[in-house]
């Protein structure tokens, strides 16, 4: 359902280290969803589709302080999940975010995991897409889809790999086979893809201080993190999902899965790590109906 101009409101909020972009679509009287995106530096672009959720509730998408239209400082200490974690709770804060929906894909999900660990008031439901409990784990999963790339891939990439060369053109091009196989299976990559994918290339230091040089190259400062055994102190109803391609692949889901009480797991057969693109209409009707379940508990 289209969205009346009055419906939407953008604005920013001041948050350690500066100040970051929302877009609140939807004036509904549902529990607000708030959304944090992948990366770290992916911006808000790839969940667009979420916004048609807002036809019985608030949406609310942001860019992450260091991409997209948030501010972006020039200072590495900032790129730490300790503060991320304050800037959630200063934008609900700032925008009377009482009562809420959480919804994390990727390293957003990380996110929403660590800020679930200091047990928040008014988190009705978590949705965690395509995201891990455990870096090692994640590191683990993408070197066996890596190994399976054709042998030719695989040997380029190692080769760039020993000796730290993971900008040079003919290794960005050979790792575009993993990209197209377990990223995003869609050709084209639709255009608010390519617009993520822009605000990590344009400014990428929060996401290789943070990652490393790319999707299966985990070196920054969250290679240690791990939350596999304080899983069960997510207290709320939380939805996991998946695709079946998907980088972070279902034994990643799986850990979620088993490790969060209560947890729903759900599978998108056609879809890599984007399903919100790649089977948008199924993906929306799975977020609408876990959503409304819990709504009505």
């Known amino acids: 359902m289209a969205q009346r101009n009055s419906d939407i409101k953008e604005g920013f909020v001041p948050v350690p280290g500066g100040k970051v972009w929302y877009r609140m679509t939807g004036s509904g009287n549902g529990v607000p969803l ?54 959630v709770a200063a934008l609900r804060k700032a925008l009377s975010l009482d009562r809420v929906f959480l919804y994390g894909h990727s390293w ?76 995003c299976r869609l050709d084209p990559w639709p255009e608010p893809l390519m617009r993520t994918l822009n605000n990590v290339m344009s400014n990428p230091a929060a996401y290789e201080t943070m990652q490393g040089p790319n999707e299966f190259t985990i070196n920054g400062n969250l290679k240690e993190w791990d939350r596999t055994e304080r899983l069960g102190e997510i207290w709320v109803p939380t939805l996991v999902t998946v695709g079946r391609y998907d980088e972070i692949t279902l034994n990643c889901a799986e ?43």
């Not at 997209?68 to 304050?86: C, H, M, Q, T």
């Not at 490790?259 to 919100?276: C, D, K, Q, T, Y």
Request: glycine residues 10%.
């Open 34 to 87: 708030l959304t944090f995106h992948g990366g770290p530096g992916a911006g808000h672009d790839y969940l667009e589709p979420l916004e048609a959720l807002a036809d019985d509730r608030p949406v609310i998408l942001y860019d992450q302080l260091g991409c997209g239209n948030s501010d972006k400082p020039d200072d590495v200490s900032l790129w730490r999940i300790e503060r991320y974690v304050e800037e």
């Open 108 to 183: 957003g999900g990380i996110l929403a995991i660590e800020y679930m660990m200091g047990a928040p008031a008014g988190v009705v439901g978590l949705i965690l897409g395509s995201s891990v409990a455990s870096a090692a784990q994640y590191a683990r999963e993408t070197a066996v889809l890596k190994a399976q790339l054709s042998p030719e891939t695989v040997a380029i990439l190692r080769k760039h790999e020993a000796v730290g060369d993971y900008h040079n053109p003919e290794y960005e091009e050979a790792m575009m086979e993993f990209y197209t196989r377990h990223v």
């Open 255 to 297: 850990t979620l899965h088993r490790g969060i009480p209560g947890s729903e797991l759900v599978v998108f057969e056609n879809s890599a790590h984007m399903a919100m693109l790649e089977e948008t209409a199924r993906y929306l009707e799975v977020l609408r109906q876990f959503i409304g379940r819990v709504e009505r508990r």
